[in-house]
């Protein structure tokens, strides 16, 4: 279990979400599908499942690099990079966040968070928040990424995207959002959602009965709550704001709690950067 954390001074400068309508150039190489099929049946037959035709899919090396184009301006080094997925890359013979940390200004340290369902993002959030206490970490950026092309069976009934989609979120101090706190709690039922605050919802939270709440689209199971969240932001949080989501597989309850801080602006539109701090 993670409880929730103190204080850490962690913001959110800017944020990015993105589709991705069309599959990645390396889905249509027939080559790169055969040996692709190769590596998967490989995996797959220990446990009995056979592969099924699914063509397309999208590399997350691909989405995420172009996240951070639209996300981290010139000159703005990044000095910590953590990709948050579910989902397994349809391009396995790459390190993927050893390639985002040679695209990414800075050459920022770069690791991956997975297997850990919906709750991915929050454990990224948390890895962030304890590199940037010290003071030495000073902009991180969070990509949260999900393709909708699985190659077999899932062993167990498991929720799978129906896009292909993405979302950056960079930390600093110029933000006008703080992070207050970050649990993923294992093993434990939904927790209950806190009265006064802006909830933000992902696929596996029921909204509350009588409560108003943004939840995210359908069909998003890991990307969708921080989809949403940037929605929110666009509109320009008033109050603060919960955004919470559950992993009925794992038993992950996962919450974030966010506030507005005094800042100098924000701009942005859906589907685009969304800019909270400095203008």
Known sequence: MYPPDGDAPL???RVTRRRFPEPARIAADPAHQAHLDAYLADLVRPYGLALRPAPGGHSYGEMAEALIAETVRAGEDVDLLVLAFAVPDIRPGRATAAYLSHVCPGRPLAFAVCDQGAAAAFTGLRL???????????????????????????????????????????????????????????????????DATTLVLGNGIAPPVGRPARVAPAGHPYTGPWWELAGVLAAGPARPMLVADYDPVLRYSCQCRLSPVESEGFEGGADARLELGAS
């Open 128 to 194: 962030i928040r304890e590199y940037t206490r010290g003071g030495e970490c000073r902009r991180a950026l969070l990509i949260v990424v999900e393709q909708a092309t699985l190659h077999y069976d899932p062993i167990a009934p498991v929720a799978l995207p129906a896009a292909h989609t993405g979302v950056a979120l960079l930390f600093d101090g110029s933000g006008s959002i703080a992070v207050d706190s970050v649990g993923v709690h294992s093993g434990a039922p939904p927790a209950t959602l806190p």
């Open 11 to 13: 913001r959110i400068s």
